[in-house]
């Protein structure tokens, strides 16, 4: 089955640096990748996803990109803010029915 | 997005009891997920919900201690027995929807303590 592994565990940034969050999948099947984005108490929340047919995508100044040959992809947040401060999840699945496989979680933490 | 209605949202229950959480889409949807999210660690598929049929469990994940039930293509029942302090958890369900790209979205999630 598929196996997901998240780098780093913790990352630390002061305010206004740039943050980057990469991801390895093992499963060649896996054709969407989503990030969530999980604030202490709170449900974790879908904040960007990147289907195979693209390599890049983004939102303001969250973007990912994908690489299927090598099997990674990344999460990228600039200009960071103390409110991006959180524990971000990446995941890999492949379109339709099918679950979600969750890597082990980035804690985020934004120095003001 | 998808309306995902979970319940309870919190609860503190008594070692031994069970409890039973839960889901409510607001649409049908052919597949509903459960994950279990234990303190600090990320999320784990518990089973996968299917409509007329049983759930399909994951690896250390068995129906006598996690059944879970189906009744219609909006609902769905997580039931946790036979509660320890290792149960404490978050617990979410979780829906693909189609319309959206087969985007994944979770309920607001079951934050349960066991004492």
């Known amino acids: 089955g598929e196996n997901v592994e998240q780098h780093p565990s913790t990352l630390s940034v002061q305010e206004g640096d740039s943050a980057v969050i990469k991801c390895t999948y093992s499963d060649s099947a896996s054709n969407y990748f989503p990030w969530y984005k999980q604030e202490l108490g709170k449900r974790p929340q879908l904040i960007i996803d990147?289907?195979?047919?693209?390599g890049e995508k983004k939102d303001q100044r969250i973007a990912v990109t994908l690489n299927k040959t090598a099997k990674h992809f990344s999460l990228h947040i600039t200009e960071t803010q103390p409110e991006d401060s959180a524990v971000y999840f990446c995941?890999?699945?492949?379109?339709?029915?099918?679950?979600?496989?969750f890597g082990k979680g980035t804690r985020l933490s934004v120095i003001a | 997005s998808a309306v995902i209605s979970q319940k309870p949202s919190r609860d503190i229950c008594q070692r031994g009891t069970s409890l039973t959480i839960q889901c409510q889409v607001d649409?049908?949807?052919?597949?509903m997920f459960w994950y279990r999210q234990q303190p600090g660690q990320s999320l784990t598929l518990i089973a996968t919900a299917n409509q007329g049929s049983e759930a399909t469990y994951e690896s250390g994940f068995v129906i006598d201690k996690f059944p879970i039930s189906r009744p219609n293509l909006t609902f769905s029942t997580l039931t946790v027995s036979n509660m320890s302090p290792e149960d404490s958890s978050i617990y979410l369900c979780?829906?693909?929807?189609?319309?959206?790209?087969?985007?994944?979205?979770f309920g607001e999630g079951s934050w349960l303590t066991v004492v």
């Open positions: 649409s049908q949807v052919t597949m």
């Open positions: 990147i289907r195979s047919n693209v």
């Open positions: 979780s829906v693909a929807r189609a319309g959206s790209g087969n985007t994944i979205y």
């Open positions: 995941a890999a699945s492949m379109v339709g029915n099918t679950p979600l496989v």
